[in-house]
């Protein structure tokens, strides 16, 4: 999975208060997906440091492991003219059949990508591995990210559980998709990729090797 290489990482050493916000968003995180597996933490001095909680599927209805990052929300992203400071704070979760490193290493890379890049992302924002776009996973036709709010609950009620400085948060879903969507996407606007979605019954749960629905 490349798309670590194409972030190319820069130390931010920006001073930020921090004030508990680890504590509090592990704490509604348990409440959302019950005792965590296990947490990949980041060993580098990167600000914010991003650590992923990995959920297996121990809850009702959760038949997949959820992946969480931790961090991203402690400093809020650079935003353009026109966004509302409540888009300012967010999280990356994935839903996956297993934590693998890679899955693992997206999520982190991800939560990073707006710090690193003095910008933002929030839903419906499209972001390609690379120019031109390569495989995000081996033997894969996936090779972009489409951003979208969680459509699982209780995880599309985080931001009335954790709120940083007045600002709420909420997850951002990384969904893998494909160039032939990336096209159609851009084509034809968010709304017509979510009634492909549900056309075709996409699966909320990772496969690396589905392939295009187009």
């Known amino acids: 999975m490349g798309i670590g290489k194409w972030f190319k990482r820069k130390q931010d050493t920006a001073a930020f208060p921090e004030q508990g916000y680890a504590e509090l968003r592990e704490r509604v995180y348990r409440e959302f997906f019950g005792k965590s597996q296990g947490v990949s933490t980041e060993m580098w001095p ?30 809020p992203m650079t935003l353009v003219e026109g966004v509302d400071r409540s888009s300012a704070r967010r999280e990356i ?26 910008t933002w992302l929030g839903p419906g924002q499209i972001v390609p591995n ?50 032939a969507e990336v096209d159609y996407k851009l084509k034809n606007g968010f709304d017509a990729m979510m009634d492909l979605f549900d056309k075709v019954k996409h699966s909320i749960v990772l496969d690396p090797g589905r392939v295009s629905y187009l």
């Not at 990167?46 to 400093?75: C, E, H, N, Q």
């Not at 969680?150 to 990384?174: C, E, Y």
């Open 46 to 75: 990167f600000l914010p440091r991003i650590d992923v909680f990995i959920y297996p599927p121990t809850r009702v209805g959760r038949t997949w492991y959820t992946l969480a990052s931790s961090g991203m929300s402690d400093k």
């Open 130 to 179: 690379g120019d031109p776009p390569a495989p995000l996973f081996e033997n894969s036709q996936l090779c972009a990210v489409l951003l979208m709010e969680s459509v699982v609950n209780p995880d599309r009620q985080l931001a009335t559980k954790v709120v940083l400085d007045g600002d709420p948060v909420d997850f951002l879903w990384i969904v893998p998709i494909t160039q």
């Open 93 to 118: 979760v994935l839903y996956c059949e297993t934590p693998d490193e890679e899955y693992i290493n997206m999520v982190r890379e991800f939560a990073h990508f707006p710090h690193q890049k003095s």
